[in-house]
Structure formats: C-alpha cells, structure tokens
C-alpha cells in the first residue's frame, strides 16, 4: 500500500477537496494530512484524512516518507502561500523522492505556460486520475 501525503496551507479547503475526491474515487490508500496551520489539518482530517499532523517538521518528514506528494504548485516555491510555505518545506516537497502531484493555483501567483486555464475543481479532477494511475 502507498502512502499519500497532501500538504495545504490557510483554510485547507484545497487540500479537504483533494482528499474528498480521492475517497470518493475508491482510494483506500493511507492519506496522512499535513497542514501548515491547525486549521487546515482539521479540514482534511474531516475529509477522510488517514492521519494527520501540523507544522514545518511535519512537512519535512512526511515529504521524505511519501511515496505520492499532492498540494498546490506553490509547495515547491519558498515564502509562498501567504508565506506558510517556508523554504524548508519548498526544498522538502522539491527534494522528495516521491511523484509530486501539484496543482496550479492562481493565488501561489505562479503560471504554468501551456496549460489550459481550468475551474479548480477541474484540476483537482486531474489531480485525482494521475494519482489512480500512479497507484497502479
């Protein structure tokens, strides 16, 4: 069984939506929930959240013992998210072993050149598939 990590930040509605529609998607893989505040832990742990924990250095440790890393493109750009993602854990989320399953979102201020313009929901909808198929 793999281990998938999901890393939110703020309000961890982004992350709470990944979780939802993974579960939803049949996943029964171990999902642990890093939050870089308590109440974005708190949101995804209610979404169906194996697990999960609080902070930089559970940022740090989850990230090297994932074998599937998910949350928006911004973990791998340092002070972003309003600056709850450090760059500890920008370098964590870079420098882990895991596939990475980032998603682009307008508010990390970064653009991905040649992707389509998508309602979240609809990358999180790509998100979900690239995980099923990692899982096989």
């Known amino acids: 069984m793999k281990r998938i990590v999901v890393i939110d930040g ?6 709470r939506a990944l979780i939802t529609s993974l579960r939803a998607a049949g996943i029964q893989e171990e ?7 308590s109440t974005a832990t708190s949101a995804m742990l209610k979404a169906g959240a194996t697990a999960g924990a609080t902070g930089e250095n559970a940022a740090l440790v989850n990230a090297a013992r994932a074998d599937i890393l998910a949350g928006p493109i911004g973990l791998v750009m340092a002070n972003s998210m309003l600056g709850e993602c450090s760059p500890a854990i920008a370098c964590a989320v870079a420098e882990s072993r895991a596939q990475k399953v980032l998603i ?3 508010k990390c201020g970064a653009w991905i050149a040649g992707l389509p313009e998508k309602p979240l929901a609809a990358y ?8 099923l198929n990692l899982l096989k």
């Open 10 to 15: 703020q309000g961890g509605g982004f992350g």
């Open 31 to 37: 999902i642990i929930a890093v939050g870089t505040n």
């Open 104 to 106: 682009p979102v307008s």
């Open 124 to 131: 999180i909808a790509d998100a979900v598939t690239l995980i």
